[in-house]
């Protein structure tokens, strides 16, 4: 009999438009529908952000976002823009719209419910693929860049973990993620070809050209503010407590 007294609960949801309108996913993934269908937090999804395991191997407001997405998707197919936007709507629906937090040793309260999506150029995507071209300003050199996805930061992390054990005092995440990122160059798809591209002939500034360029394309929202005396926007902390302002 309490099994169906829970059942005839009615927990509410709410559809969340996605910053990449859905047009980077292919026509047969549910996400290129551009919205998303989630469930508002309860009790027991405020468990998993105290789940230890969880805090330490860093997944734990991944953990959350697929407790919460109603919807029949992979999560590892999202780009990262539009898990950040699941993210605040997560912590509008749980909490409110109001975040305080400490900055400088300064508080700040921001009003999730005004953070927008960052204006994405719809004329630059083939509909239903995830790829997107570019020319080295420096070398002239054309190649073909995709938006990272979950599954995509997975890999990424993986290869530095091993790379991390080999060469303990060096820093590889940027080149790492560049080859994650390029896709083709100068047409040449093989992943050897672009690998030692990304090591031996992409000159620091195209470099930095090719992340300025995809920083101002890529869907995501726009999760900043402006520190007391600053004219620049910075990030707004994201962590356990943003998702539970209790949370130590």
């Known amino acids: 009999m309490e099994n169906q007294s829970l059942e005839k609960f009615s927990f509410p949801t709410e559809i969340i438009e996605l910053p990449s309108k859905g047009l980077l996913y292919p026509e047969e993934n549910p996400l290129s529908s551009g919205k998303i269908e989630m469930r508002y937090m309860t009790a027991q999804h405020e468990d998993i952000l105290t789940n230890q395991s969880y ?3 860093g997944i734990v407001l991944d953990k959350l976002m697929q407790a919460l997405i109603v919807s029949k998707i992979n999560y590892d197919d999202l780009v990262v823009g539009d898990i950040n936007a699941i993210m605040v709507a997560a912590r509008v629906l749980g909490y409110g719209k109001d975040y305080n937090f400490n ?3 300064e508080s700040y309260n921001v009003d999730l419910s005004k953070v927008e999506n960052k204006v ?6 083939a509909k239903g693929v995830n790829e997107f071209k570019f020319t080295f300003p420096s070398t002239s050199t054309e190649i073909t860049f995709k938006i ?3 599954g995509d930061e997975k890999k990424i992390n993986q ?4 790379l991390k054990k080999i060469k303990p005092d ?3 995440e940027l080149s790492t993620r560049l080859k994650f990122m390029i896709t083709s160059v100068g047409g040449n798809r093989e992943p050897g070809v672009i690998r030692k591209f990304v090591d031996e002939g992409l000159l620091a500034r195209d470099s930095r050209a090719l992340r300025e360029h995809i920083k ?9 503010f402006f520190p007391s005396g600053s004219e620049k926007p910075t990030p707004i902390p994201v962590g356990v407590r943003f ?4 949370a130590e």
């Open 216 to 224: 101002n394309i890529q869907p995501d929202v726009d999760l900043t």
């Open 170 to 172: 060096e820093s590889l």
């Open 148 to 150: 990272l996805t979950k």
């Open 120 to 125: 994405f150029d719809e004329s630059l995507v």
């Open 243 to 246: 998702f539970w302002p209790d």
């Open 103 to 105: 900055y400088g040793g």
């Open 55 to 57: 805090i330490q191997t």
């Open 159 to 162: 290869e530095l973990k091993g």
